[in-house]
């Protein structure tokens, strides 16, 4: 079946194994009842368990809930929170501001983009090493295909003030014998020692603590999605306390025009 | 401390003489935004001028107003337009109605990101039948280091069409017609062969591919113009549908297929309050 018949068989309903809600009667989240079943769960383990279906160990569930923890920066320069500021400044609504700056949280230099390409570049060099590759040429053919490697390096500065904290609590969690973890601190020593100069950020190691904890790509992007979440509504609450426009202001004379000289439309391509 | 700046090849400002946060002119791509473009240059004009640096010639701003208007609704069946309702029939924000559809719209399934990746098929076959019949053969792979999932279908083409749509024929007739660039005419003659490569029939997103890649404008900026040019539909059925109200718009029925406990199977809308 194809084309249109296979359309026709979708109509007006939804097959589902996610869930389901029955209007005054219950609600059923991947097969569990919500409100019985699930009742316990902390909201964080009702969320990894909507994205994996497995539920975690509390040794586990801390250092997750610590690879977000650790990374929600209320600082307004930041760009994804600065959208939310800056929605909050224009006196936009706070779930406008959060939500947009969520969404500009999937970036290629930092973010959930990075962090995809991190956990990507993680399994695709464990499985290299597993059919019997030096770990240095995986390394190297990375570099000198892409020019970077996902996990590695940061930009405006070098170091992550989030591992070391990390580290610590993983190893009070008795979780530092990952494989994926000791792969990704072996690259850094690597690109360390090799003279690249790319320390290992925050997307690398929490990607590694996921894939330990038998996470896919896939499933580790979604549960990333939250981590900036809590640094997000200082910034939009404190913009919007402020007078209104007060953030960031632009005077006329910051913006640098490197274009084309002055010309008159009368002129143009328009009127040929 | 060193004031920072923003750097810009598009935008000029000189500010008010008494006020360094008004702007007294402003000048796009060198020209005098509210002295002269206003009341000379039209929307389109301005649209391709923004966008590409230099004014449009006649046929540039007609294909591009041409396809302005064919991307501006494409109906309250598609998904994005269709997220836009969900948005207003619920009583959302205008805003987030229109985020709604730029998130679904913004897709590989008959979304921006399918005008995208037909854009970069453009650059790289150009108007070389054997090399687009080539690569629609070839099976499109997953590049799980990407936040955009692999695309399911060869781009520009419906998925799920039997033959190439009357809209979709209109559309490319018209447009090709206004002899802007080349892609557009090479698609028309040789549509029926890229279908019997692709097994699938042409849609909107390669006509609009083929006609941002005539206009000269990059992916990138393809996907961008996409993305915009489809708000209006998404706009006014979303008001429309708050109008209508929560009563008169589909929830659908659901056929659980994991129930643990399956008293019920049926669905009614629920509340405004729930």
């Given at each position: 079946m194809s084309g249109p018949e296979l359309l026709e068989k979708q109509v007006g309903i939804l097959r589902t194994s996610a869930g389901a809600f029955f209007p005054g009667e219950r609600a059923v989240f991947r097969g569990c009842n919500l409100h019985t079943t699930l009742k316990d769960l902390e909201w964080f383990e009702l969320y990894v368990f909507g994205i994996t279906g497995r539920r975690f160990t509390p040794q586990q569930v801390k250092v997750l809930h610590?690879?977000?923890?650790?990374?929600?920066?209320?600082?307004?320069?930041?760009?994804?929170?600065?959208?939310?500021?800056?929605?909050g400044s224009a006196r936009s609504t706070g779930t406008l501001g959060i939500s947009a700056a969520l969404a500009v949280s999937e970036a290629k230099i930092y973010g959930w983009a990075a962090a995809r390409r991190a956990s990507e570049f993680l399994f695709r060099a464990k499985a290299k090493v597993d059919e019997g590759a030096k770990l240095e040429e995986v390394v190297r053919a990375e570099l000198k295909q892409r020019r970077g490697i996902g996990g590695y390096g940061r930009p405006i500065v070098s170091g992550d003030e989030r591992i070391a904290p990390l580290m610590v609590l993983v190893r009070e969690q008795g979780l530092e014998k990952g494989l994926f973890l000791n792969l990704a601190f072996e690259i850094e020593q690597i690109l360390i020692t090799q003279g690249w100069r790319m320390r290992m950020n925050h997307a690398a190691i929490s990607a590694a603590l996921a894939a330990d904890f038998g996470?896919?790509?896939?499933?580790?992007?979604?549960?990333?999605?939250?981590a900036f979440l809590a640094g997000v509504p200082p910034c939009f609450q404190e913009a919007a306390e402020k007078p209104e426009g007060l953030l960031f202001p632009l005077p006329c004379r910051m913006l640098l025009y490197e274009g084309v000289a002055r010309r008159s439309w009368h002129g143009a391509n328009i009127a040929n | 401390m060193n004031e920072e700046i923003i750097h810009s090849r598009i935008w000029q400002e000189e500010?008010?003489?008494?006020?360094?946060?008004?702007?007294?002119?402003?000048?796009?791509?060198?020209?005098?935004?509210?002295?002269?473009?206003?009341?000379?240059?039209?929307?389109?004009?301005?649209?391709?001028?923004?966008?590409?640096?230099?004014a449009p010639t006649r046929q540039q701003a007609k294909l591009l107003e041409g396809l302005a208007i064919a991307l501006a609704n494409p109906g309250p069946r598609d998904a994005a337009v269709h997220a836009a309702m969900c948005g207003g029939v619920g009583g959302s924000t205008s805003a987030s109605c229109l985020t709604a559809a730029l998130a679904v719209g913004a897709g590989a399934s008959g979304g921006a990101r399918e005008v995208y990746i037909a854009m970069e098929d453009w650059q790289s076959r150009g108007c070389n039948l054997e090399k687009w019949q080539t690569a629609l053969?070839?099976?499109?792979?997953?590049?799980?280091?990407?936040?955009?999932?692999?695309?399911?279908?060869?781009?520009?083409?419906?998925?799920?069409g039997v033959r190439c749509t009357t809209p979709v024929l209109?559309?490319?007739?018209?447009?090709?017609?206004?002899?802007?660039?080349?892609?557009l005419?090479?698609?028309?003659?040789?549509?029926?062969?890229?279908?019997a490569a692709a097994?699938?029939?042409?849609?909107?997103?390669?006509?609009?591919?083929?006609?941002?890649?005539d206009l000269g404008y990059t992916p990138e900026q393809g996907e961008m113009l996409h993305l915009f040019l489809r708000l209006p539909g998404a706009a006014v059925h979303a008001l429309e549908q708050k109008g209508y109200g929560y009563k008169k718009f589909p929830f659908f029925g659901v056929e659980l297929e994991n129930d643990p406990d399956p008293?019920?199977?049926?669905?009614?809308?629920?509340?405004?309050d729930t």
């Open positions: 610590a690879l977000w923890t650790y990374t929600s920066y209320p600082d307004a320069r930041l760009w994804n929170n600065r959208v939310a500021a800056l929605a996470m896919s790509s896939q499933e580790y992007y979604f549960f990333g999605f939250p | 500010a008010e003489p008494d006020n360094a946060f008004a702007a007294s002119s402003c000048h796009c791509h060198g020209y005098d935004v509210y002295g002269e473009l206003l009341g000379n240059a039209s929307w389109i004009e301005y649209l391709f001028l923004l966008f590409r640096g230099e053969k070839v099976k499109l792979v997953d590049d799980p280091a990407d936040v955009w999932p692999v695309p399911e279908h060869p781009a520009g083409f419906d998925p799920y209109q559309a490319l007739t018209h447009l090709a017609g206004i002899g802007c660039g080349q892609s005419i090479w698609l028309r003659d040789n549509r029926a062969l890229l279908e097994g699938l029939p042409l849609a909107m997103p390669g006509v609009a591919a083929a006609a941002l890649h008293v019920s199977t049926s669905s009614t809308p629920i509340a405004a």
